[in-house]
């Protein structure tokens, strides 16, 4: 029995086998060739079944992900047809004479090394998208099937990291838990554990190399646990604690359909946040009243140029005939800092947290802003929508994107297309918008706090750098007399105040965000009947 630990993104415990996915498994020789063109013939057609494979993953990922996360798959076939790329290994079997598998390794090393050496958290991530093909590459120039993951059995996944094509090829019926090496709270495999409520670990100190798949193994969500080939009394204690889970979730699942409300009758709007179309089986599933947050910016990553007006208005439309009646609350673009868009040309920043992002970018670009505003405004009939316009910091700017939406509005009258102006909020994440929100309570029609970024401000800590992990303090009393001031600023003037970051679904909180008076919060699906339980057993 060995035991490993790790960050836990998502609670839970579960027992079962384990399927290890093994970054190297085939280690490229370095092997002489006597005939250079024979082998650029070789990686041709291995580029070309990539593409084909890429493709197919395309197709499935459009029809479980949605088109804007299964983009991913085309930035993947654009790289493969990076010259660049293609140039260096041409000449690494030229001037080298050495076999295809090897010359590829060594460009997709190459090339990787100098994404992950950029600042910009967004190119970094690139290098994980030219390991990716290049190890697709060689599996095609080796023979080597891929791993069928959609065919295997209900498991615990092992991996270093997970990548976007490990994601969508897997039957996410069919995962008990994720466990990777490396990983952060926002990695592919955070996101996915989160939406499908299974346990996950990251940063768990594995060698992948020593671990057969088929292993017996425990993941303690609770605990950040990994035990591989437990014990039987383990095993035992670890089935019962199963079992009593099971209990647990049936006893939530019989809160299906019933209202958010103290046992003093006061009502709490219980929404879900969302990043794409595909998501809202989770919010359905969840029994979420509504959609407190839809990440719009989502639409526009992972492209090579912006979203057209039809494309969002589709997607927006969906969404909202989806829900069938219920409020759908989509924020505007909040591209920049973590977010980067290629296409944009936005230039590398010193502190990108607090430079040329979201309102600031729409403001800046209002032919940006105008064309998601139309789409959005046409959408309105097909559902309850509501607008929210992020990292607001003063009432001029209110003022100026009201302009924006009067000039929208002037274009839709001229031309006769049917549209709808729906209720108009911002999002409370700067301290400014927490000191002036009693006058922006004048001028809009609801706020939505988010919390993730007004306690990056208020507290000065990134609260992506891990090294600051011991100094971050979400429960930080200036935090939480921030919300109290917000909620009764928006309340003096009529008004309604909700939560849409991670602070909502803090179980330790929800007793006192009822006593502040808040009217919603917006939580992971996944959160949704956890919190009703809390505030339907509070007096």
Not at 314 to 331: D, T
Not at 369 to 375: S, V, W
Not at 381 to 400: F, H, Q, R, T
Not at 507 to 536: C, N, W, Y
Request: hydrophobic content about 40%; overall charge negative.
């Amino acid at each position: 029995m060995r035991e490993f630990a790790g960050k836990s993104v998502y609670k839970g415990i579960v027992l079962g086998p384990v399927i290890v996915l093994k970054k190297n498994d085939y280690r490229v020789k370095r092997e002489k060739t006597d005939d250079a063109e024979a082998e650029i013939r070789r990686v041709e057609g291995a580029v070309a079944q990539a593409q084909a494979q890429l493709q197919k993953l395309y197709e499935k990922a459009v029809k479980e992900v949605g088109e804007a996360s299964a983009a991913i798959f085309e930035v993947h076939q654009m790289l493969l047809e990076d010259e660049d790329f293609q140039e260096a290994v041409n000449n690494t079997i030229r001037n080298e004479g050495v076999k295809a598998e090897y010359a590829v390794a060594v460009t997709g090393d190459n090339f990787s090394e100098v994404f992950e050496g950029m600042d910009d958290e967004y190119m970094k991530a690139r290098a994980a998208d030219i390991r990716d093909i290049s190890n697709r590459l060689i599996g095609n120039l080796t023979g080597r099937a891929e791993e069928d993951l959609d065919a295997a059995g209900p498991a615990i996944i092992l991996a270093d990291d997970l990548s976007p094509s490990e994601t969508v090829q897997m039957d996410k019926k069919k995962i008990l838990a994720l466990v990777t090496v490396r990983g952060s709270a926002n990695s592919h495999t955070a996101i996915l554990a989160r939406m499908m409520n299974i346990p996950a670990l990251i940063g768990v100190p594995l060698d992948l190399e020593e671990i057969c798949t088929g292993t017996e193994a425990i993941v303690d969500g609770y605990g950040g646990k990994l035990i591989l080939q437990p014990s039987l009394e383990l095993k035992e204690e670890t089935e019962k604690k199963i079992q009593d889970e099971r209990e647990k979730l049936q006893l939530l699942h019989e809160l299906k359909g019933k209202k958010t409300v103290t046992k003093s009758g006061r009502k709490i709007h219980l929404f879900a946040n969302i990043g794409s179309v595909s998501d809202i089986g989770y919010v359905l599933e969840n029994d979420a009243e509504g959609i407190g947050l839809f990440r719009s910016e989502f639409l526009y990553l992972g492209k090579t140029a912006l979203p057209s007006e039809e494309e969002q208005f589709n997607a927006y439309r969906q969404v909202l005939q989806m829900m069938g009646g219920r409020k759908v609350i989509i924020r505007t673009l909040d591209i920049g800092a973590d977010k980067q868009a290629d296409y944009l040309n936005l230039d590398k920043e010193a502190n990108p947290a607090m430079g040329y992002r979201a309102i600031r970018i729409c403001l800046k670009q209002p032919d940006i802003f105008k064309t998601q505003l139309r789409a959005l405004f046409r959408a309105a009939l097909y559902g309850n929508l509501a607008v929210m316009y992020p990292m607001i910091i003063s009432a001029d700017e209110v003022k100026k994107i009201y302009e924006i939406v009067d000039e929208v509005k002037k274009e839709f009258e001229e031309t006769g297309i049917p549209y709808r102006i729906p209720e108009q909020g911002v999002m409370i994440e700067t301290p400014a918008a927490v000191m002036i929100s009693d006058e922006l309570a004048q001028m809009v029609d609801f706020f939505s706090i988010g919390t993730n970024d007004l306690t990056q401000y208020t507290l000065a800590i990134d609260r992506q750098n891990e090294k600051l992990d011991d100094f971050y303090d979400a429960h930080h009393p200036a935090i939480l007399r921030m919300i109290r001031m917000v909620t009764d600023n928006a309340h003096k003037h009529g008004k309604w105040a909700g939560i849409c970051g991670e602070l909502g679904a803090d179980l330790e909180l929800t007793e006192e965000f009822v006593k502040m008076g808040l009217d919603e919060l917006s939580v992971a699906p996944s959160m949704i009947l956890r919190i009703r339980k809390k505030i339907t057993e509070m007096d």
